[in-house]
């Protein structure tokens, strides 16, 4: 579109597009989210699954699982979280850089599935914030793609500069 | 049992040295396909040692814990545990086989067999029997933090809490 050309030169017709910032965030937000592949039982072999050529991830953005919290913004929960497991799951969630999202995968995470037991958590939401429950056991790929599309939805009502405003509206005196 | 036994010379070789070495600690023995041994709690660490010395049971398979709350006899011991010994490379089983009360401590066989260390914790973690001499005696299965032992039969399946 300027090729060739310094960018202070006339262009003749441009393209633009109006939108809010809002949107244009969330939009990249949602088509960018890496997942922090966590398995901590068979719910992670659907969740591999899914990532596989067959179900496709990337599809949606996402094939790009990170194997550090550092570096992730999606916490799949995908397994039974376990009583000394569930320390562990808090603190790798705390690591993880804002903003991030938790999908509780498998009626484990959700709330202790088969296993109502002195050894088990009932439900990671005791300890993480759930922005999208996938029920099963384990869930098909089918269904923690929909989990995962739902969870898109959910980004792209967000308004991750709220808070940006609210700082430079504050009252200066 | 002596003529099911007689198939088996390494074994029987060792349940007689066993009998003549400790006559008094061997309470009750049987044959069930595999050769299973009642001794007395206190003399555990000698005839294990013994056993693995002097007949070379050189491997020590499990430590197994049971309780008997459901089903106490007479002057019956709250907990047994079970002591799996495997002989290689003969291919022969013995099972010794201790009964333990509520509060009791026996002695740790850690001395005779390195494997016998996690056995004897995981026995710890779940029935709360005391190993004296354990180089490492706390749980391993169950957070630090947790109380209660959860495989007793009085312990409810969904814990304390």
Redesign the interface.
């Known amino acids: 579109m300027i090729s060739g050309g310094a960018l202070t030169d006339k262009i003749d017709n441009p393209s633009f597009i109006l939108t809010t910032l809002d949107s244009m965030i969330t939009w990249a937000q949602k088509n960018s989210v890496w997942p922090f592949g966590s398995g901590l039982a068979c719910c992670a072999i659907e969740m591999v699954a899914t990532a596989c050529a067959r179900y496709d991830l990337s599809r949606f953005g996402m094939e790009v699982f990170r194997a550090s919290p550092r570096q992730a913004d999606l916490f799949i929960v995908a397994g039974t979280v376990t009583?000394?497991m569930a320390p562990v799951v808090r603190r790798l969630w705390e690591q993880m850089p804002d903003p991030k999202w938790v999908v509780a995968m498998g009626n484990c995470a959700i709330s202790g599935g088969p296993f109502?037991?002195?050894?088990v958590l009932q439900g990671v939401e005791k300890i993480l914030p759930v922005d999208v429950y996938v029920a099963g056991c384990p869930p098909t790929p089918q269904g923690l793609l929909h989990g995962l599309m739902t969870l898109q939805a959910k980004i792209q009502k967000e308004h991750p500069t709220k808070e940006i405003f609210k700082v430079h509206a504050r009252p200066t005196k | 049992m002596q003529d099911q036994l007689s198939k088996f010379p390494v074994l029987q070789d060792a349940y007689s040295a066993l009998e003549n070495a400790f006559k008094d600690s061997v309470l009750e023995s049987k044959f069930e396909k595999e050769l299973s041994v009642k001794v007395k709690m206190e003399d555990l660490l000698l005839i294990v040692r013994f056993l693995k010395s002097e007949k070379g049971f050189n491997a020590l398979n499990d430590i197994i814990g049971l309780d008997n709350l459901s089903n106490m006899a007479e002057g019956q011991k709250r907990f047994s545990i079970i002591y799996q010994l495997y002989k290689y490379p003969d291919y022969q089983r013995i099972r010794l086989v201790i009964d333990v009360n509520e509060g009791e401590s026996v002695d740790s066989i850690t001395s005779v067999y390195n494997a016998a260390n996690w056995a004897e914790r995981e026995i710890f973690d779940m029935f709360g029997i005391n190993f004296i001499d354990h180089p490492n005696m706390r749980r391993i299965y169950m957070p630090d933090t947790f109380t209660g032992f959860p495989l007793r039969k009085d312990f409810p399946l969904e814990g304390n809490n």
Not at chain 1, 116 to 119: D, E, L, N, R, V
């Open positions: 009583n000394k109502p037991t002195y050894a």
